[in-house]
């Protein structure tokens, strides 16, 4: 079962930042937080992961809480190109453990 | 990134036959690969994990004798839709495991099966 809880929608503004909340109060020590986004009719992409740590990449800047319940997904600059369903997932690191997707946010970018 | 590609992306099939799905590792060696199944406006579900060499193991409430899967090299996954029927149309998802110590996984680009 997913163990994260999000908004089901979002609308953003193009050119805005978006921010994407997540729950996950039930998360353990060595579980990563995880999110990938699946635009219509296509496979999940990956974007971004961590641990405890804030964490950015050329996609976007993940922000965790320092009791780790709850992280936001940051996308800087929002483009129409980002309308998609974002999911967070928490999951181990290493292993062949899988990926368990809840219902994910719909994020709408208006332009 | 990794790449993984699925095929076919589309597949149309009468009530009754069986479809292929493969997917491949094009450029690592995946020893797990996932499948999803996705229906319209749902998250993906996942049916069922492949290990390279031995059996999947499928979650509960999903058919194994319907859902067959085979992972019989390292860059190659197959789910076979047995005597599909059409509540079996789907988009079906592919995931492959690049490295157990990062954990990396790789999604295919999904296909969408329609049973007449």
């Known amino acids: 079962d997913a163990k994260t809880t999000q908004p089901p929608s979002m609308d953003c503004a193009e050119g805005r930042a978006a921010n994407l909340p997540c729950n996950h109060s039930?998360?353990?020590?060595?579980?990563?937080v995880y999110w990938y986004r699946q635009i219509h009719s296509q496979g999940p992409q990956y974007i971004i992961h961590?641990?405890?740590n804030n964490e950015t990449n050329e996609m976007a800047s993940l922000i965790i809480t320092e009791d780790r319940k709850s992280s936001t997904l940051i996308l800087p600059h929002a483009t129409l190109r980002d309308t998609a369903v974002y999911y967070c997932?928490?999951?181990?690191?290493?292993?062949?453990?899988?990926?368990?997707f809840g219902q994910g946010t719909r994020l709408t970018i208006n332009p | 990134g990794a790449v993984v590609s699925q095929h076919p992306s589309r597949v149309i099939c009468k009530s009754g036959t069986s479809v292929k799905i493969e997917c491949r590792s094009l450029?690592?060696?995946?020893?797990?690969m996932f499948w999803y199944r996705q229906f319209p406006k749902q998250s993906l579900m996942l049916m069922a994990t492949?290990?390279?060499?031995?059996?999947?193991?499928?979650e509960q409430g999903v058919e194994k004798d319907k859902f067959l899967i085979n992972h019989a090299s390292l860059t190659l996954s197959t789910l076979t839709v047995t005597s599909a029927h059409p509540e079996d149309s789907s988009f079906y998802i592919c995931?492959?495991?690049?490295?157990?110590?990062?954990?990396?996984?790789?999604f295919g680009e999904g296909s969408r099966l329609t049973v007449l």
């Open positions: 995931s492959a495991l690049k490295a157990l110590n990062t954990g990396e996984l790789f």
């Open positions: 039930t998360i353990s020590g060595n579980e990563y």
């Open positions: 961590g641990l405890k």
């Open positions: 997932i928490v999951r181990l690191l290493q292993g062949a453990q899988k990926l368990v």
């Open positions: 450029d690592f060696q995946a020893t797990t």
């Open positions: 492949s290990n390279e060499g031995s059996k999947a193991t499928y």
